[in-house]
């Protein structure tokens, strides 16, 4: 097939980009070259209209080994070992097909953490659906839940933590982004970078089929009303081949076989070899009729854009193949050595052999499209004039169920009940607390980490929101005892070709990079999302954070549970009554106008830090963050899970009630300490000049507010914990 | 003592036993699948996860592996077989205990603490433990278990239940059965009570920074009956 403009439309390019490359290769491409340089130049694999912003972030620390620009991120969490992580998206496959969408971004953000050398040993998840009511909603949660539960259960790691949402915003879009942690020997850790000449290039894991062609090209378009026949476009997981795969390389990383290593995820064979070849400035040859293939007939084209899964590109020391050929074997995989690095700095395909395709390297990486897209600044909206009196008319009780029965508060037992979390054996924080925490493997230390978005406040105010999902994961895993490290997030955010969308884009970028420079919590993967898009409407700008820290000692782990009766409740943080864009605002009053509450990135790190030296000085009890639903949400979670109660102080300020208790103000804490330390408390909180009010006290059983107002904790929990199991059965 | 832990393609808890047998005083060897010989073993222990990848049926593939025949031997023999999950559904595979794992009543994967009461401690697993309810762990999603009436009457009539699911208090009521089992059965044995097949995991349990330590009480007591 002759290739002409209109082919390179159809495969998602625009006529100027592919007169580039007729440009850049001095001729017309052929098909398979026309198909490499789509997958190449795609949002998902180029990052086009991003990477000029993705710049900006801080991207170093002290504690950094790896940035962004490998399979994932790598930091130090001292002894000689590091963690592995990240977090990516797989939002347009997983709103055609639920269960295999999302089982193959479990899969694949898993092979990202193992390709490093790393053995994954936490799963989260952050995944966002459509408004409860609508028609698709129940199906699409129930298919995603299988989804990651089906393939993370077999591979045997546990999700630890998650994040779940509803948003009329995501109707069309739903997004599902999973992130993994692996555990690795700061010097065992494999990068991409192939290097050296005539190094034999092996392909080892699943054979190639014919599914998910043009993935990566799908996961770059919006989606119209024949999204439907996009099906064959999605990936289909095998979890089983998958945790054969992890042993198979862990077993030959154990040696000094390996030079380059690279998975097949996005773009399949073609971005992984490119990759290797690109960063080690080499060339690679690549014989396709080598290539193990599932069907037979597959044509050049099909094989380098398959995007079948559990699939590994290796470039290995010469001699080294028959050892690595045996461990493959032994783990009943397949093996083949397709190819060999040249000095050509051409990727050149052969087929029956004949050459199919020679493109230099350069012209598909470093010649790739970037735009600077026009964007659009969002002004900071004016504060609601909300009267005081309207407060009044609410019984304090009742909007009390109406916001913890609310879909994006409710207990999420029902999902995460479904997800083994508690093999291998160090899981000491399940699902459902501020951070999940693993134990480091026959050490002391324990690793915690969450994925956190506030997609509303995002919404209201890009710049704020971006800052304030960077403190939410920072005061996660603060409030378990964390030091915080380091993050990894994921952008998804609707079209980049519209102002307004990119314009939330650039100053959520803004926000984020703000937040972790002062905070010292610094990016080190990440991956951005796109067109997540029906026709003309994009989702609510969601940025997913990953947030991971360390304890040193995991015994300091901090739950939130109230523990003691007689023990008193401290609130860390100044509670200033901001209601605009609070749960409570939007669904109470329904008034979706106003700005989030404001970040004060100083009052954020000396809370927190406070905060963190009451828990290594041992004198706290437990702690919880405050975030959506205010103090009384976050003090009614604590009565549920340590089945206690409280009785309120009457508040010192000129605010009503329900300022007071449902207010969304950040940067806080609610912490419970045994009255004798109270001196001591204060003394601390003092030195470092942190505000705090004294909550309340820890009693049997009941809430009690202002005196008069009294919840049972069965009342609670029936509040939190039904709707979800209500809603799905 | 020695034990012995068969990994099994997919199995994902053989670390997690290896951990906790080793802990609780044994001397644990790791096995692989495609190894004829069993080394010289006190107990042999088939581990949870999801061999061969649980196609065609849970623990069906694994109960036709090559070791197979020897631990099929080993059990004949009186030797000590211990199957957890998926070590269970394998066991119930080839035969050595009765009846089948059927997917979750709820067609869901269910991941949680439960209760179990431990019917009969005339056996060398339960003997000699103290108490009788237990609080141990679950991840799986074919736990159902169920047989034919004439299985169940001959399972009731030899003692073979080994564990009910219950509540705290050994109440073994259909609304404490997580999974659909028949009777809230969670574990048998074989007629001679030296193959012990149960869904929940003790080996997650094994210390107090887990999900509990009932595991703890079971491994002990499980190795003192051994010596």
């Known amino acids: 097939m002759e290739v002409n403009e209109q082919i390179a439309v159809d495969h998602g390019l625009k006529k100027e980009e592919y007169k580039k490359i007729c440009d850049l290769l001095k001729r017309v491409p052929n098909l398979t070259e026309l198909g490499i340089f789509s997958a190449m130049w795609n949002e998902h694999c180029s990052y086009k209209s991003s990477r000029l912003h993705l710049k900006k972030l801080p991207t170093s620390g002290k504690k950094v080994i790896q940035g962004p620009g490998e399979n994932a991120g790598v930091i130090d969490i001292e002894d000689g070992d590091a963690i592995v992580f990240k977090i990516e998206s797989h939002n347009h496959p997983s709103f055609i097909e639920p269960y295999q969408g999302a089982a193959t971004g479990v899969g694949g953000i898993m092979r990202d953490v193992f390709t490093m050398g790393a053995r994954p040993i936490a799963n989260l998840n952050s995944i966002h659906f459509g408004s409860s009511q609508h028609k698709k909603t129940k199906n699409l949660l129930r298919g995603v839940v299988h989804g990651i539960g089906g393939y993370g259960n077999c591979m045997g790691v546990p999700t630890i933590a998650g994040q779940t949402s509803f948003d009329s915003s995501y109707n069309g879009n739903i997004l599902v982004n999973a992130m993994t942690l692996g555990l690795v020997k700061k010097n065992k850790i494999f990068y991409s970078k192939a290097a050296g000449l005539n190094k034999p290039v092996i392909y080892v894991g699943s054979k190639t089929g014919r599914d998910g062609i043009h993935g990566a090209s799908m996961a770059s378009a919006s989606f119209d009303e024949k999204i439907e026949e996009k099906k064959p476009t999605v990936q289909v997981g095998d979890p089983f081949t998958e945790k054969l795969l992890l042993e198979a390389c862990l077993e030959l990383m154990a ?24 960063k080690g400035n080499l060339g690679i040859e690549l014989n396709l009729n080598k290539v193990p293939c599932r069907e037979s007939k597959m044509t050049p084209y099909e094989i380098m854009l398959s995007e079948s899964q559990e699939r590994m590109l290796i470039v290995l020391e010469n001699g080294k193949e028959e050892l ?17 690095t040249t000095n050509t700095k051409n990727i050149e395909l052969y087929y029956d052999e004949k050459q199919v395709a020679s493109i230099p390297i350069n012209t598909l990486v470093e010649n790739s499209p970037m735009y600077d897209r026009k964007w659009k600044k969002t002004k900071l909206p ?32 029902w999902i995460w009940q479904q997800y083994d979390h508690t093999v291998m054996g160090d899981t000491i924080q399940k699902p459902g607390g501020d951070s999940g925490v693993v134990r480091v493997h026959g050490t002391d230390k324990a690793v ?23 403190c939410e994961s920072w005061r996660n895993l603060i409030s378990v005892g964390a030091t915080p490290i380091a993050i990894t997030n994921c952008l998804n955010f609707g079209s980049p070709e519209k102002e307004e969308n990119m314009g939330e884009f650039v100053e959520c970028v803004q926000g984020i990079g703000e937040a972790c420079e002062y905070l010292k919590f610094p990016v080190v993967s990440g991956n951005v999302s796109f067109y997540n898009q029906t026709k003309e409407i994009g989702i609510k700008p969601t940025p997913s954070i990953g947030g991971v820290g360390l304890i040193k000692d995991y015994k300091q782990m901090i739950t939130m549970d109230f523990k003691e009766i007689n023990n008193l409740v401290l609130i860390i943080g100044k509670t200033e009554g901001h209601i605009d864009q609070s749960l409570f ?101 003092d030195k470092n000049s942190v505000h705090f009010d004294e909550l309340g006290k820890i009693i049997d059983k009941n809430m009690i507010i202002n005196g008069k107002t009294k919840v049972t904790i069965d009342e609670l929990k029936s509040y939190n914990t039904n709707w979800l199991t209500n809603y799905m059965n | 003592m020695k034990s012995a832990v ?5 199995s994902n808890c053989d670390r997690d036993m290896h951990v906790a047998l080793n802990k609780f005083g044994f001397k644990n060897q790791m096995v692989w699948h495609n190894d004829i010989e069993l080394p010289k073993s006190d107990l042999v222990v088939l581990p949870g996860g999801f061999s061969y990848g649980d196609y065609l049926r849970c623990g069906s593939m694994a109960s036709k592996s090559k070791i197979m025949q020897s631990v099929i031997n080993f059990a004949k023999s009186g030797g000590l077989v211990m199957g957890i999950c998926n070590g269970f559904q394998i066991l119930v595979e080839s035969g050595l205990v009765p009846g089948v794992l059927l997917r979750n009543k709820y067609l869901e994967f269910i991941c949680k603490n439960v209760f179990v009461k431990i019917d009969n401690k005339n056996n060398p697993y339960f003997k000699n433990l103290d ?92 190795i003192n009956n051994i010596k």
């Open chain 1, 324 to 340: 690595a050929k045996k461990i493959f074997d032994k783990w009943d995989l397949d093996f083949a050595i397709i190819g060999k």
């Open chain 1, 585 to 685: 605002a939007r669904n109470i009053l329904d008034e979706k106008n106003g700005p989030p509450p404001e970040i004060n990135l100083f009052n954020e790190k000396n809370n927190g830090e406070t905060v963190l030296q009451l828990i290594k000085n041992n004198l706290v009890r437990s702690v919880h963050d405050v975030s959506i639903g205010g103090i009384i949400t976050a003090v009614s979670k604590m009565c549920i899970k340590g089945n206690k109660g409280i009785e309120f102080n009457k508040p010192k300020y000129f605010m009503s009630e329900i300022e007071y208790l449902f207010s969304e103000d950040q940067g806080r804490y609610v912490i419970e300490i045994e009255s004798k330390n109270l001196k001591k408390v204060e003394s601390i909180l």
């Open chain 2, 131 to 222: 108490k009788e309810v237990f609080e141990f762990h679950i991840a799986h999603n074919e736990g159902n278990y169920f047989c034919t009436n004439d299985q169940l009457k001959e399972i009731e009539d030899n003692n073979q239940v080994a564990i009910y699911y219950c509540n705290d208090n050994g109440k073994t009521e259909e609304k404490f059965n997580p999974n659909g089992s028949l009777k809230n059965i969670a574990g048998i044995f074989n007629k001679e009570k030296n193959v012990l097949g149960m869904m929940p995991h003790p080996e997650r349990m094994i210390d107090q920074s887990l999900s509990g330590e009932d595991g703890s009480l079971f491994f002990k007591n499980l």
């Open chain 1, 255 to 278: 040696g000094d076989s390996i030079i380059a290593i690279q998975d097949m995820g996005a773009a399949g064979l073609t971005s992984s070899s490119i990759e290797m070849a690109s």
């Open chain 1, 448 to 470: 915690a980490a969450t994925v956190d978005s506030s997609a509303i406040y995002c919404w209201a105010h890009p710049l704020t929101g971006g800052k304030q999902v960077v």
């Open chain 1, 382 to 413: 004016k504060k609601n004039l909300i009267k005081k009196e309207e407060f009044k008319k609410f019984k304090i009780k009742e909007v009390l169920n109406k916001i913890l029965s609310n879909p994006n508060v409710c207990s999420k037992e």
């Open chain 2, 6 to 10: 068969i990994t099994f393609p997919g």
